[in-house]
């Protein structure tokens, strides 16, 4: 996961160095306060950093404690994950990190669309600083202040030294479904925005993005990494983060997005209604 950013920043600072100085004058979409995102989102970047490293900090469970697992005690919709094939863990590990990884960079293939590309550095300033959001969120909501048992732990066929090793307490929730969904509705949203001329078909978006994090939890579960529902709240915190965040800083023209109608008759008041 640390290599995965670091290399997201690299991608990021390349492109502010070599992309163009000039852009085309339009409407924007998105209102960013450089002096503002720009060092709240290296600061996240780097509260980030260090609670990666307080994690690595957090006590492993002993022998005593792995011997003690019952799996009759997990809830039953959970209880999936601890009947699979153990042979097949390493492989589906390995596809779930290819498949971060390349989910994570997929926001920058947004620049293909002219419109976008014209806001090229406002759209991956947004983009690093969603996925700061998240990771932050990630580490408070999750592993750093809760220690549930990943599902190898219950597998006797594992040696005990894997299973009292770091990281055995930090099921709950699954990183990589949320950094992927993060992505991947960051993208929806983003080309949703820039293309209000869908309308109603902005939603085959939304449902596009639910793919890749359901590919990549389907794995983390065949890893022994994760429970379903682990990865279930993974993508809803992903996908929560990657549409409110740019939607935080949408630009709102002639109340597109927000509309207030008053209405009379047998009930009077007012109709709100808010547009993502």
Request: hydrophobic share 45%; with cysteine.
């Amino acid at each position: 996961m640390k290599k995965y950013f670091l290399l997201l920043l690299c991608v990021f600072f390349f492109s502010v160095t070599y992309g163009q100085k000039k852009k085309v004058q339009h409407e924007k979409v998105y209102k960013l306060k450089y002096a503002i995102d720009a060092p709240v989102t290296a600061g996240l970047f780097v509260t980030y950093y260090f609670g990666l490293q307080s994690l690595t900090r957090k006590a492993n469970p002993d022998s005593a404690q792995i011997a003690a697992l019952n799996k009759s005690d997990v809830w039953w919709f959970d209880r999936a994950a601890l009947y699979q094939d153990v042979s097949e863990m390493d492989n589906s590990r390995n596809i779930s990190d290819w498949g971060l990884r390349i989910v994570g960079f997929m926001p920058f293939l947004l620049f293909i669309d002219r419109k976008i590309r014209k806001d090229w550095y406002d759209i991956a300033l947004l983009y690093l600083e969603t996925q700061a959001v998240a990771q932050n969120v990630y580490i408070l909501a999750g592993p750093l202040f809760t220690k549930r048992m990943r599902p190898f732990a219950y597998y006797t066929e594992l040696p005990m030294e894997a299973k009292t090793g770091d990281g055995t307490t930090d099921s709950w929730f699954s990183g990589h479904t949320s950094t992927t969904a993060t992505a991947s509705f960051f993208m929806a949203k983003v080309l949703s925005d820039y293309h209000p001329e869908l309308g109603a078909k902005k939603w085959i978006l939304y449902a596009a993005a639910f793919i890749p994090p359901a590919f990549i939890g389907i794995y983390r579960v065949k890893a022994l990494k994760h429970f379903p529902t682990d990865v279930f709240v993974g993508t809803a915190v992903g996908a929560a983060i990657g549409i409110l965040i740019p939607q935080f800083h949408k630009i709102t023209r002639k109340n597109e997005d927000l509309s207030i109608v008053p209405f009379a008759g047998k009930y009077t008041g007012l109709a709100v209604s808010l547009r993502f």
